[in-house]
């Protein structure tokens, strides 16, 4: 009531009765598109709690926002009041309102956006939506690029425009970003769909199978992908393609000269091992796993490199277990003794003594990894294990099946520290719209029950045919008390959308979207 008496009733237009409309009749997200080109157009989308055309002109008459005549066949009619045309279009079997204004608004564009409308299937946008937000009611933008590329090219600087470009932007069919609720974790996530192999460039394709175990459920997880042969020759095929001179020499030096030091190639290192490297902390501790996507490749790696180096691992027998341990010279042994200087050298050469010690076992697909053999000798003796895909995907809720990159672990009390923060919030909403919060009456954690462990997570995904980063948490625990949210996040889209309103007619208080002159391309922004 603060924000409507303080905050709403601050703008000339809304009367009373019209604020009333947003507060007791609206039932669903405020959906509002814009079409800037050629004359500022807006189209807004809505659900009303009204199933009747008698009561849709009743409430248009309360608002002082009359329609010019009823309703024709077709549930379409203009209103009168404004003093700009807004053309409507109202089913009362599902309260659904459609209204377009503007100077750009006439019966034949709405004609035109209306059929532009009528879809057999559900817009390409709803498959990006629903990876990041369920629900429809958080925020969430979708552009065309295609389509939103003459504006950029109108309206942004030139340097600007042409950075985007170098960095693909030409390439991207369409961009999807938003922040909502999905398979049961709050997300944060930005989605770029490119399409066709051609227009991917330098970005690879990225495929996991996560068949790895952990000690129990990991307390934190880090995944990192290594490309395969074909991925990685693809990809230095176009570097040389625009490297100069002197960097196409450099990279085969560099490739000659990991070979001539280990006698093995790179491409021999990838087709070894890979995809997945993994960093887990678990019960057992701390460590990595690879898989072996060749172990008879990597078992004449190994053989190579102790032909080159003298240096090879030696096999130990523990408790029926057999570890691997390979023993190496640290970077200080290596160092040139003409470079040090000599009152450090006493230092170094003492410091040089130290050794490099690589432990690992092999088990199923996959070599795990310690600096220790303490660490193994835990996980081979502890029977607990824990599938590292089915861990990311039930607890963690996290897809990264095309992961390049993946950060993700539990944190205590994280939940109840969401909900503090949440209650903050809603005390500084109060504040700003001069609302009378009784945060006594707001129950505690330990009343909501929330849980102790809370998840997070951070993936870039680079699979096909989309890519993009997301950011994984515990879902927002105001969910559980209805109402209260959507007090929050309407404060919230006030703060940032009245500013917006006056500068400019044709933005909304809650939401944008843009939209093409034929309705079938958005940029579709939804809050609630």
């Not at 199933?51 to 009561?55: G, I, T």
């Not at 039930?394 to 897809?399: L, S, V």
């Given at each position: 009531q603060g924000l409507?008496?303080?905050v709403?009733?601050e703008i000339?237009?809304?009367?009373?009765?019209?604020?009333?409309?947003?507060?007791?009749?609206?039932?669903?997200?405020?959906?509002?598109?814009?079409?800037f080109?050629?004359?500022?157009?807006?189209?807004?989308?809505?659900?009303?709690?009204i199933?009747?055309?008698?009561?849709f002109?009743?409430?248009?008459?309360e608002?002082?926002?009359p329609?010019?005549?009823?309703?024709?066949?077709?549930?379409v009619?203009?209103?009168?009041?404004?003093?700009?045309?807004i053309?409507?279009?109202?089913?009362?079997?599902?309260?659904?309102?459609?209204?377009?204004?503007?100077?750009?608004?006439?019966?034949?564009?709405?004609?035109?956006a209306?059929?532009g409308?009528?879809?057999?299937?559900p817009?390409?946008?709803?498959?990006?939506?629903?990876?990041?937000?369920?629900?429809?009611?958080?925020f969430?933008?979708?552009?065309d690029a295609?389509?939103?590329m003459?504006l950029?090219?109108?309206?942004?600087p030139?340097?600007?425009?042409q950075?985007?470009?170098?960095?693909?932007?030409?390439?991207?069919?369409?961009?999807?970003?938003g922040?909502g609720?999905?398979?049961?974790?709050?997300?944060v996530a930005?989605?770029?769909?490119?399409p066709?192999?051609?227009?991917?460039?330098f970005?690879?394709?990225v495929?996991?199978?996560?068949?790895?175990?952990?000690?129990?459920?990991?307390?934190?997880?880090?995944?990192?992908?290594?490309?395969?042969?074909?991925e990685?020759?693809?990809?230095?095929?176009?570097?040389?393609?625009?490297?100069?001179?002197?960097d196409?020499?450099?990279?085969q030096?560099?490739?000659?000269?990991?070979?001539e030091?280990?006698?093995?190639p790179?491409?021999?290192?990838?087709?070894?091992?890979?995809?997945?490297?993994?960093?887990?902390f678990?019960?057992?501790?701390?460590?990595?796993?690879?898989?072996?996507?060749?172990?008879?490749?990597?078992?004449?790696?190994?053989a190579?490199?102790?032909?080159?180096?003298?240096?090879?691992?030696?096999?130990?027998?523990?408790?029926?277990q057999t570890?691997?341990h390979?023993?190496m010279?640290?970077?200080?042994?290596?160092?040139?003794?003409?470079?040090?200087?000599?009152e450090m050298?006493?230092?170094?050469?003492?410091?040089a003594?130290?050794?490099?010690?690589?432990?690992?076992?092999?088990?199923?697909?996959?070599?795990?990894?310690a600096?220790?053999?303490?660490?193994?000798m835990?996980?081979?003796?502890?029977?607990?294990?824990q599938?590292?895909?089915?861990?990311?995907t039930?607890?963690?809720?996290?897809?990264a099946?095309?992961?390049?990159?993946?950060?993700?672990?539990t944190?205590?009390?994280?939940?109840?520290?969401?909900?503090?923060?949440?209650?903050?919030?809603?005390?500084?909403?109060?504040?700003?719209?001069?609302?009378?919060?009784d945060?006594?009456?707001?129950?505690?954690a330990?009343?909501?029950?929330?849980?102790?462990?809370?998840?997070?997570?951070?993936?870039?995904?680079?699979?096909?045919?989309?890519?993009?980063?997301?950011?994984?948490?515990?879902?927002?625990?105001?969910?559980?008390m209805?109402?209260?949210?959507?007090?929050?996040?309407?404060g919230?889209?006030?703060?940032?959308a009245?500013?917006?309103?006056?500068?400019?007619?044709?933005?909304?208080?809650?939401?944008?979207?843009?939209?093409?002159?034929?309705?079938?391309?958005?940029?579709?922004?939804?809050?609630?």
């Open positions: 409507i008496d303080n709403l009733g000339p237009a809304l009367t009373e009765a019209r604020i009333d409309l947003f507060n007791e009749y609206i039932r669903s997200p405020i959906e509002i598109s814009g079409i080109i050629p004359a500022p157009t807006s189209l807004i989308a809505l659900t009303l709690d199933d009747s055309n008698e009561a002109d009743a409430m248009l008459e608002v002082g926002l329609l010019s005549a009823p309703l024709d066949s077709n549930n009619g203009q209103i009168e009041g404004l003093g700009m045309p053309f409507v279009r109202f089913e009362a079997s599902t309260g659904r309102l459609l209204l377009q204004t503007g100077p750009g608004a006439n019966a034949t564009a709405f004609a035109k209306l059929e409308l009528e879809r057999s299937s817009h390409r946008m709803r498959a990006t939506e629903s990876k990041i937000d369920e629900s429809g009611q958080g969430f933008l979708w552009v295609q389509e939103a003459p950029m090219q109108m309206f942004m030139r340097d600007q425009l950075m985007l470009i170098e960095m693909g932007i030409e390439d991207v069919s369409a961009l999807g970003l922040w609720v999905a398979n049961g974790k709050a997300r930005l989605v770029a769909d490119v066709s192999e051609e227009q991917r460039g970005i690879p394709f495929s996991n199978d996560f068949s790895a175990t952990a000690v129990g459920a990991p307390d934190a997880l880090l995944q990192v992908w290594i490309p395969t042969v074909e990685f020759t693809r990809l230095e095929t176009m570097f040389l393609e625009y490297a100069s001179d002197a196409t020499v450099d990279w030096e560099g490739k000659d000269l990991i070979e030091t280990v006698g093995v790179i491409e021999d290192f990838l087709g070894s091992l890979g995809p997945e490297l993994l960093i887990i678990d019960e057992a501790g701390d460590y990595l796993a690879i898989r072996l996507r060749d172990p008879a490749l990597w078992d004449s790696v190994l190579r490199i102790e032909e080159t180096t003298g240096s090879g691992p030696e096999q130990k027998q523990v408790g029926g570890y691997w390979w023993n010279p640290s970077n200080a042994a290596l160092a040139d003794a003409e470079t040090i200087d000599a050298s006493l230092f170094v050469s003492m410091w003594r130290q050794r490099d010690h690589i432990y690992w076992i092999r088990e199923d697909d996959f070599l795990y990894v600096s220790i053999p303490q660490v193994l835990d996980r081979t003796a502890i029977d607990a294990r599938d590292i895909g089915e861990w990311l039930e607890k963690q809720r996290i897809d099946s095309e992961a390049v990159l993946t950060v993700t672990g944190s205590q009390k994280l939940p109840k520290r969401l909900y503090h923060f949440y209650v903050e919030v809603l005390q500084i909403l109060s504040d700003v719209a001069l609302a009378d919060m945060v006594w009456s707001m129950p505690t330990e009343q909501l029950g929330l849980p102790r462990d809370g998840a997070l997570g951070f993936t870039i995904n680079l699979g096909s045919p989309t890519v993009g980063f997301e950011l994984t948490f515990e879902n927002n625990p105001l969910e559980m209805g109402g209260m949210t959507g007090i929050a996040v309407v919230i889209a006030a703060a940032i009245i500013p917006a309103y006056a500068d400019y007619t044709g933005r909304a208080q809650v939401c944008l979207l843009y939209t093409s002159d034929a309705a079938d391309d958005y940029f579709w922004v939804w809050v609630s």
